[in-house]
């Protein structure tokens, strides 16, 4: 940790904190420049608050060296982790496209989207049965019974299910259904006590990023889970608020290559999410495919048109198959396979 | 609802969205202009989602003309609702500033703090026994003890108090230590499960906007809370995210009139966590009273160098009473008291 | 200058650092922890650009421990700076009021806008003979003559002229026609070719924020007129760039504790191009005023249903009457005049 | 042009809209729903300011239904622009990546950049001789004397030159040096005085998008140039502001699908100036092409450590030859070449 001084200050202000970092077990190097004081906090800076430091008299900032993650830092584990999920291998040289509709709504509905999803050659299957909605007058899922019919329809298909927890309360059914990848939804990112429990299962994870979240905040909700013991987290990027109005959400497909670099874990995209248009959803999958994503979450539904929720972002059948055609070549023209 | 068309559409896609509203029981005004087609949805509105309309070929945009959120709309109660809480009143024409630290640590600290806040002249306390903190190895709170030590400390002053609520699992706790006011975090905002459950209770909310969310989004959490009858909400501007690095969190100060003009319900602000520092929390202050806030949240501390969590942002006793005869004098500017 | 290396670099990485610092004639302070090596640089700063530095193996992150700003700095100027134009103050304790229609139109109404301007009691006036429109198929402005009909208008009333300068070329028609002061717009905040030749006159220079610029950036802007001589800028925050929908652009309130901290130069906010709308105006400019502001630029229109560009923000005659009387009260409150 | 008046307004608001919109020779197509009263304009809605009507009494909101932008628009010129650059064809489907140093700075670094440069395979090269720097106390380029290294170093290989115009004072020599491709920052977009004057010249332009400029403002930007006769116009999307620290700009990959819907005018990305590392620039190269961006302007410095500005962001010559080959691939990918 580094303490820069406001200019001018005496030497009683640079003993308080000499003093403080003592206090918290550490050592100080003081360092009189011809503009500022600089001190440098030598010893383990966890052990300390910023801004407890910031707090004292005549400190003009406190500049963390160490970063706050640990178990999922790139550091903590030099090869890339590849997940197991029912014997599909996520963060490996294969690439995933994770396929299925916004919400889980009958059977039928389900069945078809999983004879579709299955025949495009995607390996896993994505929908929601409990939807966190905007507004409490949407349709807010088909909740459990929704849960069956998923999994009644990727079983089929041998597909492994991904759907995302909202209530912390349903975690136990979550895994008497034996949902096979849990996700965690933008607005739950720091639902700190969902992502302590999660934590305690070995469920893989999805953990979406915050609609404003930055990279580091979003490593350490990552570290929440990791810190419980389950190291199976997965990151997805699926686009940031911003000013333009033109599409609802600006895929920050810097994040991935940032990702790959911080972290050891699997990094995966979602298109859909982040245009809110179907018409985008192929060029956005290629540029996440083409900076380095492991895989992609893509809303795809039997008939678009009559989708209960997200429709004009949905795939149909038909697109999502040509969309596998191409971002296959994508992946091959970066020594990849799909 | 309009539902504007592309350019050059034909009678087939005009005659498909006609078909889809009246599947919703929704009449249409269709009006051919020179450029476009615009057709004009006659009936209820939330019948129907825009995103089922956008889906359909030939649909450029869709624009709803109705306000989504309901009950906690000025047009549902003309008047400002006043709240009371434990006989202190928010909403009305007194300014209520809640002070109080930002984490309760020790009795000592807790009894010291309360006795400061009480005779700068402030009626209610704030201090939080459940922290959310961004890293899992930073304190997270004395918890259910903290609730303890708070309503020891405040009860001697006779001052309701107000306590983040962060987990669904612990409302009974909080219900059983009759916490005056519950406030719902900025990473809670759309955690749609426990707002739902607050919407249970007749206790007075707290509702702080999340980190980058639009007013409308706001308002639509706070029409989850009353949705389920209780309408006893408090919106409070903290900040929100920005690309400006001098501070934390940028007040929109803009908010405050309009929240005033779209609610019927009190708003008020907390200068501390939007900028961050102690220094800048006179002007906001001043900035929020002067712009209609119906109170502020500030932190506290009785030695904020000693603080455990966000020592920087907390004023100490003697700023506190400088700021309330600072901000009684802008209160009467407008004609309210404090 | 603070060199934060990477975590396991080698003596060669280091040595590399110091044989660059040497290279600019700066000496160094090599401090090696536990976990990372950080390199102090003593001597003066601004020889060295931060991204030579970052360029160099094993750097990971390089911090400024100076301010790039000089001139404009607090530090180079304790007091404040009082800007004296045409014999009213800006800076001191008295607060002014700048206000005017959007665009000059005719001789008529900017007669009649100055009488109404001068009536409500302020002391120096604004308008627009070239407007920056985001359409080049909108009003432009009515130019030259426009700054005839301003001055002509404003003279009447001995009120010193605020208007905007766009293009380099025309600064010597500026100066022939004597304006008061020269306002640089939002999108020429950063465009340093104008920067320079305002600096290089003595004219008052009122310098708007760039739409998403940073207080530090803005400030750096500032820098550029102040080191071609001229030291008369005024500081403008009209809101920013945001994701919030509601309003046109965000007010920055915290902007005017931060920047009078930093700088000793006076600051004033535009309330009508911040919002918007009329209706927020009132709030927003008792915010200013408030938070510390030493003046404000407001829009007034004698009628303004029929103003040619920005209707919907103007102020009529009566409400700017009204708005002085309640801003008077709330710069008293904080010990000003107005 | 629809306008949505306020719930609850009368026939005499009702009226005031439609006189306004007959004044302006539009006529008014008014819906009386259940809930609110919306009114359609028809005709050419450019004939009236947007604002004029929202500062009418009662009226909520009034949105445009027709694009801004005329002659930059897909719907004026239904094909890809290909714009031929000195032979070199841009649009089309050859994908060109335009390199050179962020800054001109010797005739030995111009030649030797120019060498790398042809020899990676590039058929353009980039290079600033007037350079936009935050600080006045900055390097700001070596000028016209730079525009003749730069000019001497790529006609060996025949390269058109790309370079900065930051001031129209220096268009007439940027003509004399016969200078291939302008190149319009990121802080001049809506210099407006700028673009009309680039308007008036045959010369192509690259427009770069503004820091926080709106896809929409970007359009209009471009149509001021367009509006003057000069078709030859390049978007260039460099990454926008946000609030993530972690790299220096979001590149808004969406904008590329975007830009390609809305425009026939081609559109490139830098990545360099994107991410501001050298390190992402592949990955973010990879991105934009497989998005489907015509083109890309990299940053390549034959000794980066070396460089006088931006040093950290660019690439060494053997990074950019593999880039090249690597980029050839995804280009082939999505049916292009390279």
Same mark, same amino acid.
């Given at each position: 940790m580094i303490i820069i001084m406001s200019s001018g200050v005496g030497d009683e202000q640079i003993d308080g904190v000499v003093r403080k970092l003592k206090e918290f077990g550490l050592d100080s190097n003081v360092s009189r420049g011809v503009e500022r004081t600089v001190i440098g906090a030598i010893g383990d800076?966890?052990?300390?608050?910023?801004e407890l430091l910031q707090?004292?008299?005549?400190?003009?900032d406190v500049i963390r060296v160490?970063? %706050? !993650?640990?178990?999922?830092?790139?550091s903590y584990h030099k090869e890339d982790t590849v997940i197991d999920i029912g014997g599909v291998k996520l963060g490996g040289n294969q690439v995933q496209i994770i396929a299925g509709p916004c919400s889980v709504e009958t059977q039928p509905q389900m069945d078809e989207a999983a004879k579709y999803v299955a025949e495009a050659g995607c390996r896993m299957m994505r929908g929601g049965a409990f939807k966190p909605r905007t507004? %409490? !007058?949407s349709f807010q899922g088909t909740g459990v019974e929704g849960l069956e019919m998923f999994r009644t329809a990727a079983e089929k298909y041998h597909m492994p299910i991904v759907t995302e927890l909202m209530d912390v309360r349903m975690l136990d059914t979550f895994l008497d259904h034996d949902v096979d990848v849990i996700q965690i939804g933008t607005r739950n990112m720091q639902n700190f006590d969902l992502l302590k429990e999660v934590g305690r299962t070995h469920k893989p994870v999805i953990l979406k990023r915050g609609m404003s979240a930055t990279i580091s905040e979003w490593l350490m909700a990552a570290e929440y889970i990791a810190a419980g013991g389950n190291h199976n987290i997965i990151f997805c990027e699926r686009g940031v608020r911003s000013?333009?109005?033109?599409?609802?959400?600006?895929?920050?497909?810097?994040a991935i290559p940032v990702l790959k670099k911080e972290t050891h874990l699997p990094v995966i995209v979602d298109p859909s999410h982040a245009g809110g248009k179907a018409w985008m959803v192929p060029q956005l999958s290629r540029a996440a495919i083409a900076a380095g994503a492991d895989g992609l979450l893509v809303e795809m539904h039997p008939t678009p048109c009559d989708?209960?929720?997200?429709?004009?972002q949905a795939l149909g059948p038909q697109e999502l198959k040509e969309l596998m055609v191409s971002l296959r070549l994508i992946a091959q023209a970066i020594g990849r396979d799909l």
């Amino acid at each position: 940790m580094i303490i820069i001084m406001s200019s001018g200050v005496g030497d009683e202000q640079i003993d308080g904190v000499v003093r403080k970092l003592k206090e918290f077990g550490l050592d100080s190097n003081v360092s009189r420049g011809v503009e500022r004081t600089v001190i440098g906090a030598i010893g383990d800076e966890t052990k300390i608050d910023k801004e407890l430091l910031q707090a004292l008299p005549g400190v003009e900032d406190v500049i963390r060296v160490m970063k %706050p !993650y640990k178990i999922v830092a790139r550091s903590y584990h030099k090869e890339d982790t590849v997940i197991d999920i029912g014997g599909v291998k996520l963060g490996g040289n294969q690439v995933q496209i994770i396929a299925g509709p916004c919400s889980v709504e009958t059977q039928p509905q389900m069945d078809e989207a999983a004879k579709y999803v299955a025949e495009a050659g995607c390996r896993m299957m994505r929908g929601g049965a409990f939807k966190p909605r905007t507004s %409490p !007058y949407s349709f807010q899922g088909t909740g459990v019974e929704g849960l069956e019919m998923f999994r009644t329809a990727a079983e089929k298909y041998h597909m492994p299910i991904v759907t995302e927890l909202m209530d912390v309360r349903m975690l136990d059914t979550f895994l008497d259904h034996d949902v096979d990848v849990i996700q965690i939804g933008t607005r739950n990112m720091q639902n700190f006590d969902l992502l302590k429990e999660v934590g305690r299962t070995h469920k893989p994870v999805i953990l979406k990023r915050g609609m404003s979240a930055t990279i580091s905040e979003w490593l350490m909700a990552a570290e929440y889970i990791a810190a419980g013991g389950n190291h199976n987290i997965i990151f997805c990027e699926r686009g940031v608020r911003s000013f333009e109005t033109y599409y609802r959400n600006m895929l920050d497909v810097t994040a991935i290559p940032v990702l790959k670099k911080e972290t050891h874990l699997p990094v995966i995209v979602d298109p859909s999410h982040a245009g809110g248009k179907a018409w985008m959803v192929p060029q956005l999958s290629r540029a996440a495919i083409a900076a380095g994503a492991d895989g992609l979450l893509v809303e795809m539904h039997p008939t678009p048109c009559d989708a209960w929720c997200d429709a004009d972002q949905a795939l149909g059948p038909q697109e999502l198959k040509e969309l596998m055609v191409s971002l296959r070549l994508i992946a091959q023209a970066i020594g990849r396979d799909l």
